[in-house]
Nanobody
């Protein structure tokens, strides 16, 4: 079964930065549109950003101008650079293919707090 592993989360103060990574198994990664999601406590999982196989990106309004999604197809890895972090960005961040073909990983916890 194809899998993803998220990493790079942590505790950061408001205004700080983190870079998340998503490592994918298998040989189809380069063909897939990939997505970052997040789930805040007590809330449903929501889409944060997506990137097509060709590198076209889309962002949720609440992260535009602050987050940057990218990918390295040679390394089967996707990234999320998060700048100007806010307490509202706190949550568990997950990655998957847009049709969720990978088994869900455990996610990586991001906590923004002073």
């Amino acid at each position: 079964q194809m899998q993803v592993v998220e990493s790079g989360g942590g505790l950061v103060q408001p205004g700080g930065s983190l870079r998340l990574s998503c490592a994918a198994s298998g040989n189809m990664f380069s063909l897939y549109t990939m997505v970052w999601y997040r789930q805040a406590p007590g809330r449903q999982r929501e889409l944060v950003a997506s990137i097509t196989s060709g590198g076209t990106t889309t962002y949720a309004d609440f992260v535009k101008g602050r987050f940057t999604i990218s990918r390295d197809n040679a390394q089967n890895t996707m990234y999320l650079q998060m700048n100007s972090l806010e307490p509202e960005d706190t949550g568990v961040y997950y990655c998957n293919q847009i049709l969720q073909r990978y088994a869900w990983g455990q996610g990586t916890q991001v906590t923004v707090s002073s």
